[in-house]
Each structure stands twice: as structure tokens, then as C-alpha cells.
């Protein structure tokens, strides 16, 4: 019998995800772990994996086509088995789909009856209250980056069309100044321009928008503060090179992979750092698993690459599998285990060469660590100034879950496995 | 170069072919000792002789099938249907055996023939005798359907269709063999399966074909006096259809009418807006008009039937409102 593959969700907040590229083609046989399609998120493009076997009888959707979650995309079944796609999707989609049953009660109080599911896959329109406007005036506007609302239509009903989107762009293009006539050019200015760069506009990528989205929710509802301590790194920079002078190159230990290890040892110490809260069903959630996030750097933004059970791993461990997620996270290529389910974020900055920097807390997460670039600097040690090595590091806090002196006393905690650093070879 | 009527152009075409090649012979009402009804074969029979332009009975299926059993022995039948409204008398022979027997009998045999045919209406023969059902011949793969609109082209692809090894039918029409264009002298064969941009513009695209070509050329010529530049893409062949020029013009103007002589409803129309619609869906800047016949069988009355046959009038109407 046929089966039916939906568009899987990838992430707590995926709605929909962009069916980017068919890998396998129709009539093509699938085993089991093969990649179907290439999929983009909010957060990354991430492929598809086949759970049954046989050949794709049917590509539901077509590529680029912007799709919910859980609506079929494909069927896969026996060479020459006859799809239908009612009776399928018609019992797939009843039992997927309580959350439209509880919708389903009237303002009385009784219950509608859910309508027939449908196959429908809905191309959600990308601007909820664009005007009505040509196929070819809307191909213009996404190529030009154009809001449609912004345009002006004078055709039938108020249609935008290719004349409208040209007007648009002539208004645009034309200076304030050009505008008015009374306008007379200033003598005397020497011309200072010898060409002038184009300004660009282009849509909103989804990961930008994504990112965007998430730091404007946390900043606003999350009250952030913000707590700075300075570790002396000498012991950890001069145990780094003794390890590392014992490694292949590919291998060798970053600064970042000892904090990180460290974190997470010390969040042993500290649940409430290890924490969310639930303002709807007013909880606290201690995560069981303590999951470090590390923030890397991609194209057009950052993910959030996840370290699942760190305190539970070796620094090599947690090296080896952080130079591969961020591998992955370059090639645009991350699964979904990969960005899901950080309980704590590290982010560094300590190549760039910065002093300190404060960060903004990734939902629903309780705090995260914002590491700076380890110096040396004059110190004062027994009254003498001596050259040191130190590191700053701030911690931001979800207030909502834990006070100042919590945050003060985990950056003392952490300082004595960053300062002390055999501790994270020993402990387990 | 001759300018020289369709009339003269199509009989050039045989008269060329049948001395060219022996197997080439003509069969028809009225074909022979009479010259044809549309004098398109007069001097045919004292030329060529009874052996290869025969006169048949009125009976339209006995014609067709006597040219699919020719055809299948190694000759090169034409046939002559009067009009295309008593090609339905001979429907199974053409869409069932000429049609089909190439693809039936795993190419064993070939069915080189072509129906010579007049259509559509516009001369008071009332409403049996006046159709244009050239869509629904279109609709048969394995017989190929030609429809030319000038004198140059109905040469060259008549031509092309007498060489062809596949079932031709040949559309011609009665208001047209009067019509004068330039014709190369000698061979010039013109590949069947080709649009061809009968008139260039910038504005708008008409799509037509046969009679409703030189409709749709006057119809241009008076929007070129207000300052719009139609360009007029000629289907002349409605199987196989080539799309290539319709969707290049498309892709240029954003804005297309269709003018076809039949019927709107499942015409040929239909199916040129569908495939505008599905391969140049992103150029659309508004939506495509279709000028045809209106849906009545049609009147004899002359006003009358003008009036339900697609004119220039029609044509400046639906290119004012894609605009």
C-alpha cells in the first residue's frame, strides 16, 4: 500500500518549510535513509530522509512551493501501484490533525464537524493583504524586491501591472531633489563622485528574518541581565598546547572547546541556569539534559549548533562533533538534531579579537555565555604589576528565572574549570 | 516575385508535386473533368489523365477509404473533401484508419496522404455547410493538421504535406483563394509544425491562424494607426503545435488575444491560452482574450451571420481590453 511522506516538522516554532529541490524523481526507487528532497526552514536548508521503501509513485508539490507542516508532499509505493491520494491522505489526515478538531468548537460551545481534509497544498501568499496584481507584475515585484502593497495598480479592479511595477520603479529611482523645480544647483561644488554604488534591495532572507524575529521577541520580553567576570587563562592556554602538540591538525583543541566543556560541568551546579519557563502553564522546566548551543557563524546569519548531553562527553568528544556541525551548518546542510534542543548558549567572539560582549538569550533558554578574546594584559598580582593572561566573559540571565548572585556565583563556579583546567579532564 | 492568389498557389503545389512524383494523384468530387469546385485542379485532368485525377461518387467515406488503401500500397493519395462538414461522413476512416494504422502496426506501414478540405463559413451556405471544426481533427494525435492563411505558406506546406509519410489534412479557405501574396518562384518547401510571426509588434500578441489571419492583419493595421503595434504569430500548422513563437512574442508583450474562426468553447483557442497559461504563467499581465464564433449553429441570414462570425471589430475589442 502506499504511503504518504509529509512535510516533516523540523523545529518547535516550523509552520512550513520551502520544498526547495526534488532529490529523488518520480518513478525513481527510494530505500530507506535516502534523501528525497532538500527542505529550507526559518533556520537552514535540511534534507528530507525517506522512511519507506519502494519507488516515488508521486511528487505532491511542485519545487519552491512553500508548504505546512505535516501536508503530504510525496508517495511511495510499488513499481505501478495505483495511488489514490483521497483515501490516503483522507485517513492520514484525520489522525494527524487533532489540534483542528479542538479548534473546531463554536462559540456555544458545541463541536463543528472538521471539514474533509483536503489535498490541497496552499501556497501561502507571501503578503497577507497584497493587492490583486498580474502573475507577471508579482514575478517583477519578487525579482525587484518589491513590496506589492507599496504599488499603486490601474488596471481593471485595481490590478497591479507591469506598468505599475515601471512607474514604481521610475518614482523610485528619480531623487527628491530632481522633483522639484525650483531647485537651482549649488556653484562652485567641485563633482566628488567618480560612480556611485547601486543600492540594492533584496527579499528578506529566511534565515535573517528567522533570527530577526526570535532576538526582537527575546529582547522584549525577556528581561536580560547582564553579569561580567575575568578568568586567568594561563593554565588553560598552556594546557591547549601541550595537548594540542599531540594531535593531528584536524584534531587539535580551540579555547572554545574547553569552555564549552566547562559550562556544561558547571551547569551540573546550577539548574536554574539550565532552565525555561512556561509562562502559559505558569512552570518552571528543569531540563534533564544539558544541551550546549554554540553559535556559528553562516551565511546571511547564525545558527544555534546544539552539543546534546556535554557535561556526559569528553572535550574531545565535544570537539570532534562541534568541527563537524559547524561543517554542516556552512554547507547549509544541518539536520534537524543539529540546531534543536540547546538548553544553554555559548557564543565566542575571542577570534575577532574583543574585548567583551553581552548576548541575547536564545528562547527558552535561561541564560547564555558571551566569551571574549583571551589577552594578556597587566595584572596586579601580590601588589606587583606581572603580565597576565585573562579572558572576559559576560553571562545574560532570564531575570524571570534567576537573580544577580545566581549569575555572579556560576561565573565563580566556571572560573575554576577555566582557571584550573585539568578539572574538566577529570571530571565526569 | 509573382504575386499570385491562394488559388493558384495550391494548384502550383500539385501540379509541381504530380510531376515530380508519379505516385502523387488526386481523387474527389468533381475533381477531373469538372476542375474542381474551387477551380483548383482545372487543366488537371487533360494534363496528368483520368489514371491520376480521378473523379469519385458523392460519398465522402468511400473517397477517404479508397485513398488509405492506396496510400498503405505505396501511392500518394490526395483526396478532396468538398467542405470539411461532409469530412464527417468519413470521421472513422480518417481519425480510426489513417490516423492510427502507422501506430497500431508497429510502423509496418505508413499512411502518406492528404485530405485537401475547405473550411469555415462567411458565403450564405447555412449552417450544415458552414462549420469550423478544425479542432477537433487537431485533436487526433497521428494525423497531422495544416491551416495556412497565406498564399506562400498554403504553397510551401502543401508540399511538404504530399512528401510527409504521415495523414495530412490540408485546411483551406473558400473566402481565401481570391487573396493575393507573394509566392517564391520554384521549391520552397515550408516544414509542417512551424508558427511563424506574421507581422512584428510590441504591444500585443494575436495568435490566429487562416482566415482569420487576414482578419487579424487588418485588425493590426488599424491599431498600428493608434499607435499599437500588434504582432501577429500564425499557428499555420494545429498539429503538432509549435508554441515556440506564441510564447516568445508572449514573453515580449505580457498580453495575448486569440483569434480563431470555430467556436470558442474546447477550440483551438483553449488549448493555445492553456499552454500560454502553463509555460509563461510569470508574463501574464493580464488576462488572455479569445475571439471566435459565437456559440449558435450559423445563420444563413447574411447580417446574421456576419454577425456571429469573428470580425476586425471583435478583434479591436478584445485587443482594448488585454491593454
Redesign the interface.
Known amino acids: 500500500m502506499a504511503e504518504i511522506v509529509n512535510m516533516p516538522k523540523l523545529g518547535f516554532d516550523m509552520a512550513e518549510g520551502t520544498l526547495l529541490r526534488w532529490v529523488i524523481h518520480e518513478g525513481d526507487q527510494v530505500s530507506k535513509g535516502d534523501v528525497l528532497a532538500e527542505i529550507e526552514t526559518d533556520k537552514a536548508t535540511v534534507e528530507v530522509e525517506s522512511t519507506y521503501e519502494g519507488v516515488l509513485l508521486r511528487q505532491l508539490v511542485s519545487q519552491g512551493t512553500v508548504v505546512p507542516i505535516n501536508d503530504p508532499i510525496a508517495v511511495i509505493g510499488q513499481p505501478g501501484e495505483e495511488v489514490t491520494l483521497g483515501a490516503n491522505v483522507a485517513s492520514e489526515g484525520a489522525l494527524k490533525k487533532p489540534i483542528a478538531t479542538e479548534q473546531a468548537i463554536d462559540a456555544a460551545g458545541g463541536y463543528i464537524p472538521s471539514p474533509e481534509p483536503v489535498l490541497e497544498i496552499q501556497v501561502l501568499p507571501v503578503l497577507a493583504e497584497a493587492p490583486h496584481a498580474s502573475p507577471l507584475a508579482r514575478s517583477m515585484a519578487t525579482e525587484m524586491g518589491i513590496d506589492l502593497r507599496l504599488v499603486r495598480g490601474t488596471g481593471p479592479g485595481g490590478r497591479v501591472t507591469k506598468k505599475d511595477i515601471e512607474l514604481y520603479i521610475t518614482n523610485a529611482l528619480v531623487p527628491e531633489a530632481a522633483k522639484s523645480p525650483s531647485q537651482t544647483p549649488i556653484a562652485g561644488v567641485a563633482p566628488v563622485k567618480t560612480f556611485i554604488r547601486e543600492t540594492r534591495i533584496i527579499p528578506l532572507p529566511k534565515l535573517r528574518a528567522a533570527i530577526g524575529r526570535r532576538m526582537a521577541d527575546s529582547t522584549q520580553q525577556v528581561p536580560h541581565f547582564y553579569v561580567t567576570h575575568e578568568y586567568d587563562v594561563r593554565a588553560l592556554t598552556d594546557r591547549r598546547k601541550e595537548i594540542n602538540l599531540l594531535l593531528e591538525e584536524d584534531d587539535k583543541l580551540s579555547v572554545n572547546d574547553f569552555i564549552v566543556r566547562a559550562a556544561a560541568l558547571t551547569l551540573l551546579e546550577f539548574p536554574n541556569l539550565n532552565a525555561s519557563i512556561d509562562l502559559i502553564a505558569n512552570t518552571l522546566i528543569y531540563h534533564g539534559e544539558i544541551n550546549i548551543g554554540v553559535a556559528i557563524a553562516v551565511e546571511n546569519g547564525l545558527l544555534t549548533a546544539v552539543n546534546h548531553n556535554t557535561d556526559q562527553k569528553t572535550i574531545y568528544q565535544i570537539s570532534s562533533e562541534l568541527k563537524k556541525l559547524v561543517l554542516r551548518a556552512r554547507d547549509g546542510k544541518v539536520r534537524p538534531e543539529d540546531i534543536e534542543g540547546s538548553t544553554f548558549t555559548v557564543s565566542n567572539l575571542g577570534m575577532f579579537d574583543v574585548d567583551q560582549f553581552t548576548a541575547i538569550i536564545n528562547p527558552p533558554e535561561a541564560a547564555i555565555l558571551a566569551i571574549g578574546s583571551a589577552k594578556q594584559v597587566p595584572v596586579v598580582v601580590n601588589g606587583e604589576i606581572r603580565i597576565g593572561n585573562r579572558m572576559k566573559a559576560t553571562l545574560s540571565v532570564d531575570h524571570r528565572i534567576s537573580d544577580g548572585a545566581e549569575g555572579a556565583r556560576f561565573l565563580q563556579a566556571l572560573a575554576k574549570f577555566i582557571e584550573e583546567p585539568l578539572r574538566l579532564l577529570i571530571s565526569f | 516575385m509573382p504575386r499570385i492568389t491562394m488559388r493558384e498557389a495550391i494548384s502550383q503545389a500539385l501540379w509541381e508535386e504530380m510531376e515530380r512524383d508519379p505516385s502523387v494523384f488526386i481523387l474527389g468530387e468533381e475533381v477531373g473533368v469538372w476542375g474542381g469546385s474551387y477551380a483548383v485542379t482545372k487543366g488537371f485532368y487533360d494534363h496528368f489523365g483520368p489514371e491520376r485525377v480521378k473523379d469519385t461518387p458523392i460519398a465522402e467515406a468511400a473517397i477517404i477509404g479508397a485513398a488509405i488503401g492506396a496510400a498503405l500500397t505505396g501511392l500518394r493519395p490526395i483526396a478532396e473533401i468538398m467542405t470539411i462538414n461532409f469530412a464527417f461522413s468519413a470521421f472513422d476512416h480518417i481519425v480510426n484508419e489513417a490516423a492510427k494504422f502507422h501506430y497500431m502496426f508497429a510502423g509496418q506501414m505508413m499512411v502518406p496522404m492528404v485530405i485537401r478540405t475547405v473550411s469555415g463559413g462567411g458565403r450564405q451556405l447555412a449552417a450544415t455547410h458552414s462549420q469550423t471544426p478544425d479542432a477537433i481533427f487537431a485533436h487526433f494525435p497521428g494525423l497531422k493538421v495544416v491551416a495556412p492563411g497565406t498564399p506562400e505558406d498554403a504553397k510551401g506546406l502543401l508540399k511538404s504535406a504530399i512528401r510527409s509519410d504521415d495523414p495530412v489534412l490540408f485546411i483551406e479557405s473558400a473566402t481565401l483563394y481570391q487573396v493575393r501574396g507573394e509566392v517564391p518562384e520554384g521549391e520552397n518547401l515550408i516544414p509542417i509544425g512551424k508558427s511563424k510571426i506574421q507581422r512584428p509588434g510590441k504591444d500585443v500578441t494575436i495568435v490566429t491562424y487562416s482566415k482569420m489571419l487576414d482578419t487579424s492583419i487588418k485588425a493590426a493595421d488599424l491599431l498600428a494607426q493608434q499607435g499599437i503595434e500588434a504582432e501577429v504569430v500564425d499557428l499555420r500548422t494545429l498539429r503538432p503545435l509549435d508554441m515556440g513563437p506564441v510564447l516568445e512574442s508572449f514573453k515580449k508583450t505580457?498580453r495575448a488575444v486569440v483569434v480563431e474562426e470555430g467556436w470558442r468553447s474546447y477550440g483551438v483557442g483553449a488549448e493555445v491560452v492553456a499552454r500560454i497559461y502553463e509555460e509563461a504563467?510569470?508574463?501574464?499581465?493580464?488576462p488572455i482574450q479569445r475571439v471566435a464564433q459565437k456559440e449558435v449553429p450559423l445563420p444563413y441570414n447574411r447580417t446574421m451571420e456576419q454577425l456571429a462570425l469573428p470580425q476586425v471589430e471583435d478583434i479591436l475589442k478584445a485587443v482594448r481590453e488585454v491593454l
Open positions: 505580457n504563467f510569470d508574463y501574464v499581465d493580464a
